[in-house]
């Protein structure tokens, strides 16, 4: 499964980067917003942090337009995945940048019938979001279920399940078991994901009884 951060704050990228777990990175309008800086500045430094696939969004909302600006942060990277919201729009532009070579990532995906959409226009990935529908009282990860077989049953599928709006460790874990190809984690439920109580415990009772044999490995 590969790892991706769902941010837009170079410090946390880079931090997250040194850890060798990174294989990309996505962020949105909202994300970029909260850094307060130039959003073509900011795509270009995550860029030159990490190799894999960085998903950069566009603002507007029309087809013409949407084209012109994934065409233009399409210019920024290699790397970059022009990212591109599940409407009628968004799936033609999804269609004529794939067509030029461009990664195209769907997002804001809520059921499989968009799902199936966002693979026939091609895209890189699909960026279904589970904590939002967790948060109105659906189940996020039966949607995922529901993409991966569908997307399974068909080997001409290339798209990507990309688990998004991610809420906790127990999200990836189950992308996992369902066999999505990549999760999008907030840099809290990455540092989550390493940590248990029983690990904490047992390191310090194993520490402790090092140093009651006296004993050095170096
Ligand atoms: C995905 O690419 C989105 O940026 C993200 O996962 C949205 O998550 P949220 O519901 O926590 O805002």
Known sequence: MKFFV???DT??????SDTGFLDGVTTNPSLVAKTGRDFIEVVKEICDI???PVSAEVAATDFETMLEEGKKLAGIAENVAVKVPLTMAGLKTCSQLVKQGTQVNVTLCFSPAQAILAAKAGATYVSPFVGRLDDIGQDGMNLIGDIVQIYNNYTAIQTE???ASIRSPMHIVNAGLMGAEVCTIPPQVFKQLISHPLTDKGLAAFMADWEKSGQKIL
Do not use: N
Not at 11 to 16: A, D, G, S, V
């Open 6 to 8: 769902d941010t837009a």
């Open 11 to 16: 410090e946390e990228i880079r931090e997250l």
């Open 50 to 52: 990490v190799d894999g």
């Open 161 to 163: 399940v990309l688990v």
